[in-house]
């Protein structure tokens, strides 16, 4: 697992910290990876996306089984509700409004025993899988001239691209926020060189070349080597 989150310039308010969090999780028999991407003009979106991590990772491991034999609606409403309820519970000891917290959120579980992998994105963030010495796209990020759906948004796990995918042929599999994702691609097409880093799995390298480039906005990537994290080679 590799991973790499750094700060940005939020619409000029220059902030110092970063709204990002990605988090890795994984037991005997499943991997979980979550990136949430704080709303930069929320209040509270660093809480929020640190909350969704964990709250994420955690129903994912402990309700792994029974997610992937539900349909992806049922997916949708039974994630974005248990983070939304995570949510409420610390807005209210903090006396402040859910909407603080806001962000978006992708994650990725991973079954070890079945070579399969379930996804969910909500927001602008970008999941990508390297498949055959190639990059392919397995969650495109919303069109944010719609308005980015976030966990608080009404009705969001109806918004929400659920969905799973047989793992067999994969090597890896890479979460990005929109702020590195935006650094990546060019006119929706992944820099060459960018993709050379990826498929040759150098993210030292691609870590660097997103430290060197302007950002805008918080960078953030999770990434796993599939061949590592699944049975095909024990952890």
């Known amino acids: 697992m590799n991973y790499f989150s750094v700060a940005g310039k939020h619409h000029n308010y220059e902030l110092e910290y970063n709204q990002d969090a990605v988090l890795f999780d994984h037991n005997e028999e499943y991997c979980a990876m979550v990136l949430a991407d704080g709303v930069s003009s929320c209040e509270q979106a660093k809480i929020g996306a640190e909350t969704t991590c964990k709250s994420v990772a955690s129903f994912l491991l402990e309700h792994a089984e029974r997610l992937f034999s539900m349909g992806e609606r ?32 992708a994650c990725v579980l991973l079954d070890k025993n079945r070579n399969r992998m379930l996804y969910l994105s909500l927001g602008d963030s970008l999941i990508t899988a390297t498949k055959n010495n ?23 796990a109806s ?8 793992t067999d042929s994969i090597d890896s599999v890479m979460i990005c926020s929109d702020g590195a994702w935006h650094l990546m691609y060019r006119r929706n097409r992944m820099l060459q060189t960018i993709k050379e880093m990826i498929l040759g799995k150098d993210y030292e390298k691609l870590k660097k070349t997103l430290m060197d480039k302007e ?20 952890i």
Not at 93 to 98: G, I, L
Not at 145 to 152: A, I, N, P
Not at 215 to 234: A, E, G, M, Q, W
Request: aromatic letters at 6%; hydrophobic letters at 35%; one cysteine or more.
């Open 74 to 105: 049922e997916t949708a409403g039974s994630l974005i509700n248990h983070v939304l309820y995570s949510l409420k519970e610390i807005a209210h000891k903090s006396n402040k409004k859910v909407e603080e917290y806001s962000s978006t959120l």
């Open 134 to 156: 190639n990059c392919y796209v397995v969650a495109m990020p919303s069109d944010s001239r719609s308005c980015c759906c976030v966990t608080t948004t009404l009705n969001a």
């Open 159 to 166: 918004m929400a691209k659920v969905g799973i995918v047989d």
């Open 215 to 234: 950002r805008f906005d918080d960078c953030s990537f999770i990434t796993v080597d599939i061949n590592k994290c699944l049975r095909r080679i024990p």
